[in-house]
């Protein structure tokens, strides 16, 4: 099948479900991941589709309804994450001081650190607090404030009072899509406010994110790659991209 018709089932495709996903896609139609990506962001440009986490959506249909939930992020690109997650552990202060973003990827270097490591760590994240809250080797802090069920992280003025009191050593830091040109964006403009606070709250930025978030644009934005110390991603991010991202100042680590 030559690109314009896998364009034309893309779009069949999206309009008859709301939605299509990258690695369904590849498996329909038996190319790469990034192929179908490439596809996308051509329908993207176009304004035929619009680029979503994991996918696309038709033209005009509200991002803001179509945030994943925890589930559906923890499905996406799993391996990617896990790699991601293992490189970050070496990014870890040694005793030092850390702030965990709400985010399916540092949820696993939250569960990743080991038993003998001591930190103190901060986080907003419901998922990361439970997976630390046995850990005898780190002091645990739970920032609290509202609680959004799609995320299960704590959001609004008590959170963003809480990281203003602070100043941490190293921020493991979330995103919904990132881009050189577009920055960090979320859909969700409360979320956004509670990263955009943790930064401020930390010596050095560490983005994790898997390469299918690159290129992505969401409602909310809270900061830009000059705002980010390390990017570590995973070999799926097109040169291109990566030199983008290097040459507004952030180094760039591919697992």
């Known amino acids: 099948m030559y690109a314009p018709e896998r364009h034309q089932e893309i779009l069949r495709l999206a309009r008859e479900a709301g ?8 498996d329909r139609f038996q190319v790469t991941a990034e192929t179908v990506r490439r596809d996308l962001t051509a329908l993207d440009r176009s304004g035929l589709l619009r680029r979503v986490h994991g996918g696309a959506i038709p033209a005009g249909r509200a991002d803001l309804d179509l945030e994943p939930d925890l589930t559906e992020r923890e499905a996406t690109a799993a391996e990617e994450k896990d790699r991601i ?3 970050a552990l070496a990014e870890l202060p040694d005793g030092g001081s850390v702030v965990l973003d709400a985010g399916s990827t540092v949820a696993r270097l939250a569960a990743g650190i080991p038993a003998d490591v001591a930190l103190t760590v901060v986080t907003h994240a419901l998922p990361v607090a439970a997976r630390l809250a046995d850990h005898t080797g780190i002091d645990l ?10 995320t299960r992280a704590a ?5 963003l009072r809480a990281y203003a009191e602070i100043r941490a050593d190293v921020l493991f830091l979330a995103t919904n899509g990132f881009s050189a040109d577009g920055g960090l964006t979320t859909p969700d403009l ?3 406010a509670v990263k955009r606070a943790a930064i401020g709250a930390a010596r050095r930025v560490v983005l994790l994110a898997d390469s299918v978030k690159a290129g992505q644009e969401h409602f909310a934005r809270f900061g830009s790659f000059a705002d980010v110390d390390l990017l570590i991603t995973d070999t799926g991010l097109a040169p291109a991209q990566q030199a983008a991202i290097e040459a507004a100042g952030t180094e760039v680590v591919l697992v």
Do not use: K, Q
């Open 155 to 159: 959001v609004d003025a008590w959170a």
């Open 141 to 150: 802090h739970l920032v609290g404030g509202r609680v959004r069920h799609r």
């Open 190 to 192: 409360a979320e956004a």
């Open 85 to 87: 997650a293992a490189a």
């Open 19 to 26: 939605r299509v996903d990258v690695l369904s896609l590849a």
